[in-house]
Every structure is written in structure tokens, then in C-alpha cells.
């Protein structure tokens, strides 16, 4: 009896997106509780452990992504005005930005083409299918973007989300470390880099080492969205025109 | 209604973004355009709202949440990530890497050719 109004219940929160909505937030509430204990630890960054957390429970209850997703989507849905709304932090360090303005652009423009190439070549030398080369092409900008370029130079947008995720929790982990090793001081220098390899998340990690660092980092992230969308397609028609068949 | 004001006037920028994007058929995403529109805007206007800066707060202080979703999606390419892992791995580590080592090296770069050159003109 219990047992066939648990399977009854079940049938009805696994046809309603309620479930997939709260779940993703029950998860990223528990995997910000447990960074936060844990003191920051980068490697506990609550986007990858909210992922492996939900990952597990869809295994556990046999549910499917898209079934998930029927409740994912609308805090999915949320990039998109949240890209619009790095204009607000733009334009309030729009003063300061304009004190660097030439070394930011020139820093954006090498950072974006030389980003794009270096992870499609190095997947290519190591013989990635051209589908996860052009996947990967876009990774160091936010989601929403990223999955939109994808798209349109012929990568899997849905591909494209998961590895941008995933550059983005290297990219805070690594980041302070290499610029320590690097000895770059500049908390400007060190935001701007973070900005364009690892977008929001990296963004987030700036915001905890310094109010500028996480500035210049989400300037640098909306400005690169902006150069990755309008440079990419360019590059990757570019790419083929020169070396043919492999993409 | 702070928040509702602020929410409706980014889906608007949004939606006059995506249906801008799609009437000229331009090579960049839709809330990019938004975003730069909106940008525009606040520097035409010359200052930020209480609402705009209430929801673009609330939006942005939770970012990380809103990769989430997108990010449970690797189930699905679970045996394409495994089949691919290497040049996967090694693109991602190596990519996130060069394209910082390069950025900042480039600002840094920059910076010292500009501030070189008052010195020498005068």
C-alpha cells in the first residue's frame, strides 16, 4: 500500500518540473554550505560538487537529463538576463576602466584569439573529433554565449556548457596560483586575465580575493563575450580555409 | 517591485537583443547585444537605477548557480567525454592556462610600451 502511494507520488514529481527546479537548488544550497565549511577551498567549488550531487541522484532515481531539465530550464533560462545584467558592473567600473583602456582591449583581443586557437589545436593534436574541437573553441566565455557561438560554428552547444563549467572551476583554481608564480601583482592585470580564460566563475573566485580584481575579471568576461562572438566564426571559417578537411 | 522593475527592464533589453540579433541575422548572441544595448543606455543616461542595480545584483550574486542545469548535461556525454578524455583534458588544463599566461602577459606588455613612451618624447 505505502509502497504504491510512493510509486504514485513518484510518477507525479518526476512529470512535473518541480522536482528538477528544486532539486538544482536543494544541491547548490548544500555545495555552497559545504565550501563555505570547508573555508573557500577552491577544489570544493560549489558548481562542480552541485553537478556530481544532482548527477548522482538522476543515476540513483533512473530519472533522465531531459526529464531533469523540464525544471532545470528556468534557472537555466536566468543566463541570458544575467549576461545582460553584467552592463550594471560595467559600467560602474567604466571610469576605471578607461585609465586602461588601450592595454585592456589589446590584453581582450590577443587573450580571446589565442584562447580559441590554443584549445583547438592542442584538442586537435591530441585527436579530438572535429565536432569536440569546435565544441571546445568557445569554452573560456559564459555559458549562454558560449553555447550560442557553438552553435553556430558547428560544435554541441550542450557540450560546449559542460567544458565552459569545467574551464571555468580550473580557471579559479589555477588562477591565483599562476600569478603568484608569475609574480604579477596588479589585482587589474590579474582580473582582466581571470575574465577572459575563465568567465563568471572565475569572476566569482576574483570577487573573493579583491572588490577590484572581481570588477576588472567581469569586465573582462562581458567584453570577451562580446570579442569571442563577434571574432570566432571569422577564426574558425579562417582555420578551414587554410587547413581543409580537419574541422 | 524594485526587483520586478529591474528583472522586466533586463528581459526587455534581452528580448530587443534576440529579435534585433534574428532581424539582421548578426553573428552574436542575443543577450550579448542586450548586454551592450543596455550599456549604451547607462552611459547615454549616465547613471544606474536602484532597480536595475537591485536585480542585476541579484542575478549576478548568484551566477555560479545558473551553470548548474547546463552543467548536469555532461551525463549526457559521458562516453564521448571518456572516448575523448585526453585531448579533452589536456585542451582544457593547457587552453585555460595559455589564454591567462597570455592575457595578462599582454596587458602587462602594454602597459609598460605605454608608459614608456611619454618618457621618450620628452
Same mark, same amino acid.
Request: charged share 10%.
Given at each position: 500500500?505505502?509502497?504504491?502511494?510512493?510509486?504514485?507520488?513518484?510518477?507525479?514529481?518526476?512529470?512535473?518540473?518541480?522536482?528538477?527546479?528544486?532539486?538544482?537548488?536543494?544541491?547548490?544550497?548544500?555545495?555552497?554550505?559545504?565550501?563555505?565549511?570547508?573555508?573557500?577551498?577552491?577544489?570544493?567549488?560549489?558548481?562542480?560538487?552541485?553537478?556530481?550531487?544532482?548527477?548522482?541522484?538522476?543515476?540513483?532515481?533512473?530519472?533522465?537529463?531531459?526529464?531533469?531539465?523540464?525544471?532545470?530550464?528556468?534557472?537555466?533560462?536566468?543566463?541570458?538576463?544575467?549576461?545582460?545584467?553584467?552592463?550594471?558592473?560595467?559600467?560602474?567600473?567604466?571610469?576605471?576602466?578607461?585609465?586602461?583602456?588601450?592595454?585592456?582591449?589589446?590584453?581582450?583581443?590577443?587573450?580571446?584569439?589565442?584562447?580559441?586557437?590554443?584549445?583547438?589545436?592542442?584538442?586537435?593534436?591530441?585527436?579530438?573529433?572535429?565536432?569536440?574541437?569546435?565544441?571546445?573553441?568557445?569554452?573560456?566565455?559564459?555559458?549562454?554565449?558560449?553555447?550560442?557561438?557553438?552553435?553556430?560554428?558547428?560544435?554541441?552547444?550542450?557540450?560546449?556548457?559542460?567544458?565552459?563549467?569545467?574551464?571555468?572551476?580550473?580557471? !579559479?583554481?589555477?588562477?591565483?596560483?599562476?600569478?603568484?608564480?608569475?609574480?604579477?601583482?596588479?589585482?587589474?592585470?590579474?582580473?582582466?586575465?581571470?575574465?577572459?580564460?575563465?568567465?563568471?566563475?572565475?569572476?566569482?573566485? !576574483?570577487?573573493?580575493?579583491?572588490?577590484?580584481?572581481?570588477?576588472?575579471?567581469?569586465?573582462?568576461?562581458?567584453?570577451?563575450?562580446?570579442?569571442?562572438?563577434?571574432?570566432?566564426?571569422?577564426?574558425?571559417?579562417?582555420?578551414?580555409?587554410?587547413?581543409?578537411?580537419?574541422? | 517591485?524594485?526587483?520586478?522593475?529591474?528583472?522586466?527592464?533586463?528581459?526587455?533589453?534581452?528580448?530587443?537583443?534576440?529579435?534585433?540579433?534574428?532581424?539582421?541575422?548578426?553573428?552574436?548572441?542575443?543577450?550579448?547585444?542586450?548586454?551592450?544595448?543596455?550599456?549604451?543606455?547607462?552611459?547615454?543616461?549616465?547613471?544606474?537605477?536602484?532597480?536595475?542595480?537591485?536585480?542585476?545584483?541579484?542575478?549576478?550574486?548568484?551566477?555560479?548557480?545558473?551553470?548548474?542545469?547546463?552543467?548536469?548535461?555532461?551525463?549526457?556525454?559521458?562516453?564521448?567525454?571518456?572516448?575523448?578524455?585526453?585531448?579533452?583534458?589536456?585542451?582544457?588544463?593547457?587552453?585555460? !592556462?595559455?589564454?591567462?599566461?597570455?592575457?595578462?602577459?599582454?596587458?602587462?606588455?602594454?602597459?609598460?610600451?605605454?608608459?614608456?613612451?611619454?618618457?621618450?618624447?620628452?
Amino acid at each position: 500500500m505505502v509502497e504504491t502511494d510512493l510509486t504514485k507520488i513518484w510518477v507525479y514529481l518526476s512529470a512535473s518540473p518541480l522536482l528538477g527546479l528544486t532539486v538544482t537548488l536543494v544541491a547548490y544550497l548544500a555545495a555552497h554550505r559545504i565550501y563555505m565549511l570547508a573555508h573557500q577551498n577552491p577544489l570544493l567549488n560549489p558548481v562542480i560538487t552541485a553537478i556530481l550531487m544532482l548527477i548522482a541522484f538522476l543515476k540513483l532515481t533512473g530519472t533522465s537529463y531531459e526529464d531533469y531539465f523540464e525544471g532545470g530550464q528556468f534557472v537555466h533560462f536566468l543566463l541570458g538576463p544575467a549576461t545582460v545584467a553584467l552592463a550594471v558592473p560595467l559600467y560602474q567600473q567604466f571610469s576605471r576602466l578607461r585609465a586602461v583602456l588601450v592595454p585592456v582591449v589589446v590584453a581582450l583581443l590577443i587573450g580571446v584569439v589565442v584562447g580559441a586557437l590554443s584549445s583547438i589545436t592542442i584538442a586537435w593534436l591530441f585527436g579530438a573529433s572535429p565536432e569536440t574541437q569546435l565544441s571546445l573553441a568557445p569554452k573560456s566565455v559564459t555559458a549562454p554565449v558560449a553555447m550560442g557561438i557553438s552553435e553556430q560554428i558547428g560544435g554541441i552547444p550542450s557540450l560546449t556548457a559542460v567544458l565552459v563549467v569545467v574551464t571555468g572551476i580550473l580557471g !579559479a583554481l589555477m588562477g591565483t596560483r599562476l600569478f603568484a608564480l608569475l609574480r604579477i601583482r596588479d589585482d587589474r592585470v590579474k582580473g582582466i586575465a581571470m575574465g577572459v580564460a575563465a568567465h563568471g566563475i572565475g569572476t566569482a573566485r !576574483a570577487f573573493h580575493v579583491s572588490p577590484e580584481m572581481g570588477a576588472f575579471s567581469g569586465l573582462a568576461m562581458a567584453l570577451s563575450a562580446f570579442a569571442t562572438s563577434a571574432l570566432l566564426p571569422g577564426l574558425v571559417d579562417f582555420l578551414r580555409a587554410i587547413y581543409g578537411g580537419w574541422l | 517591485m524594485q526587483f520586478l522593475n529591474g528583472i522586466t527592464l533586463l528581459l526587455v533589453y534581452q528580448l530587443v537583443g534576440e529579435i534585433t540579433v534574428r532581424l539582421f541575422g548578426l553573428p552574436i548572441p542575443g543577450p550579448v547585444l542586450g548586454m551592450v544595448l543596455l550599456f549604451l543606455t547607462l552611459v547615454i543616461r549616465k547613471r544606474s537605477g536602484g532597480a536595475l542595480d537591485t536585480a542585476a545584483n541579484g542575478l549576478l550574486s548568484h551566477l555560479s548557480l545558473l551553470f548548474v542545469p547546463a552543467g548536469v548535461g555532461m551525463m549526457v556525454y559521458f562516453s564521448r567525454i571518456l572516448d575523448e578524455w585526453l585531448p579533452i583534458a589536456l585542451s582544457l588544463v593547457l587552453g585555460t !592556462a595559455i589564454t591567462m599566461i597570455v592575457t595578462a602577459g599582454a596587458m602587462l606588455a602594454t602597459q609598460r610600451l605605454l608608459a614608456r613612451r611619454p618618457r621618450r618624447d620628452g
